[in-house]
Every structure is written in C-alpha cells, then in structure tokens.
C-alpha cells in the first residue's frame, strides 16, 4: 500500500523560508520520479516541482522557479521542497505525489505566508 506522509508546513514570514520533507513507503522509491503538487485557496492542484528517481534531473513551476529546490535521498525514502523568499501567493497545502497530476499523493502540508 502507497504511503506519502508530508511534514514541515507552518506559518512563515513574507521572504522566509520552509523545507517541506515527504516519507514513502509500499513502492520502490529509489526507482519512482517524484512529484510536488500544490493546492492554493480555492483552487485546484497544481504542479509544482518533480526529481528523477537518482535525483540527477529537477523540473520547477515558474512561479517557484529560482526560489525552490527539489531534492531527495533514497536511503531514507525522503522527498524534500526547499522553498525561500515566500511570498502570500505560494500559500497553500503542498503535496507529495507519485504522478504530475497528485492523483496518488499524501495528506498535504498547510503552508501559510503573513505579510
């Protein structure tokens, strides 16, 4: 049974910074590209970043493009989102997922910007 379990969201600062992390477990991890989906208030999910499954490859949204990293570590089945210089429209609950569209993805992490 696929499991994602996101953590690191919170209420963070204009321009601050959150490192998002998401453990999976029931599939083969190491071999699985691995996607960041996010859903803003009242809108649907959206794309927002995906790894390689050897973490040599990274695509970003271009609303995050510049102010994120995508980054992984297999031996820990570990999925991160390194976000900076946040802004109130980055708000919103971050997804890790086995697919672009988040049809297979966890519970979601609330990230919420105060100006």
């Known amino acids: 049974q696929v499991q994602l379990v996101e953590s690191g969201g919170g209420l963070v600062q204009f321009g601050g910074s959150l490192r998002l992390s998401c453990v999976g477990s029931g599939f083969s991890f190491s071999s699985s590209w691995m996607y960041w989906v996010r859903q803003a208030p009242g809108k649907g999910l959206e794309w927002v970043s995906n790894i390689s499954p050897a973490g040599s490859a990274t695509s970003y949204s271009n609303f995050l493009k510049g102010r994120s990293t995508i980054s992984r570590d297999n031996a820990k089945n570990t999925l991160y989102l390194q976000l900076n210089s946040l802004k109130s429209e980055d708000a919103g609950v971050y997804y890790c997922?086995?697919?672009?569209?988040?049809?297979?993805r966890g519970q979601g992490t609330q990230v919420t910007v105060s100006s």
């Open positions: 997922a086995k697919d672009p569209l988040g049809i297979i």
